[in-house]
T-cell receptor
Framework: EDKVVQSPLSLVVHEGDTVTLNCSYE??????LLWYKQEKKAPTFLFML????IEKKSGRLSSILDKKELFSILNITATQTGDSAVYLC???????????FGGGTRLMVKP | SAVISQKPSRDICQRGTSLTIQCQVD?????MFWYRQQPGQSLTLIAT?????????ESGFVIDKFPISRPNLTFSTLTVSNMSPEDSSIYLC???????????FGNGTRLTVT
């Protein structure tokens, strides 16, 4: 059974701090790893990672994948209150876009 | 990315009744899925909505409880039948274009069953 585990479960930081969110996985047929941000109901897409060691970056957010050690990290620098959300990691290990999600990390950024 | 419109946005329903959720995409998409997110939990795949044929259900989900239609490449419905309080969840429509493309989500339907 495919498994995706995220840590920490929750995190409280102050504005300006840097945070690192972790995602480890055990799947039989890895295709890609994706990160999403969920503020209310709809997860919004952040990154899709398929190759090890190549950092993806978007503003203050960045992510990298290690396919040998089977994990990914999501970094957020200079956090803002608007970064408060649940961050979801998902792995595509079956053909056709089907994703297995981790339990999420709930991030709260205090002013 | 495609614009995905899901409705209703939220509903409160009585046990024993059924609710149909609609998902409309502004362009043709290859893959459409329905996910459920129970309170405090992560997302669980209910089924793949196949265009012109019966949906493919994940373990633990059955057609009688969650009938799905997908008459074309831009529209799908999920019905939650004979509801009980345990069905209270967020239901999410998602779309993808296959290999090497990310999945995108509709705005979700927050269902409360009393």
């Amino acid at each position: 059974e495919d498994k995706v585990v995220q840590s920490p479960l929750s995190l409280v930081v102050h504005e300006g701090d840097t945070v690192t969110l972790n995602c480890s996985y055990e799947v039989t047929n890895f295709r890609s790893l994706l990160w999403y941000k969920q503020e209310k109901k709809a997860p919004t897409f952040l990154f899709m990672l398929t190759s090890s060691g190549i950092e993806k970056k978007s503003g203050r957010l960045s992510s990298i994948l290690d396919k040998k050690e089977l994990f990914s990290i999501l970094n957020i620098t200079a956090t803002q209150t608007g970064d408060s959300a649940v961050y979801l990691c998902a792995v595509e290990a079956r053909a056709g876009n089907m994703l297995t999600f981790g339990g999420g990390t709930r991030l709260m950024v205090k002013p | 990315s495609a614009v995905i419109s899901q409705k209703p946005s939220r509903d409160i329903c009585q046990r024993g009744t059924s609710l149909t959720i609609q998902c409309q995409v502004d362009s043709q998409v290859t893959m459409m899925f329905w996910y459920r997110q129970q309170p405090g939990q992560s997302l669980t795949l209910i089924a793949t909505a196949n265009q012109g044929s019966e949906a493919t259900y994940e373990s633990g989900f059955v057609i009688d409880k969650f009938p799905i239609s997908r008459p074309n490449l831009t529209f799908s419905t999920l019905t939650v039948s004979n509801m009980s309080p345990e069905d209270s969840s967020i239901y999410l429509c998602s779309v993808g274009q296959g290999y090497n493309s990310p999945l995108h989500f509709g705005n979700g339907t927050r269902l409360t069953v009393t």
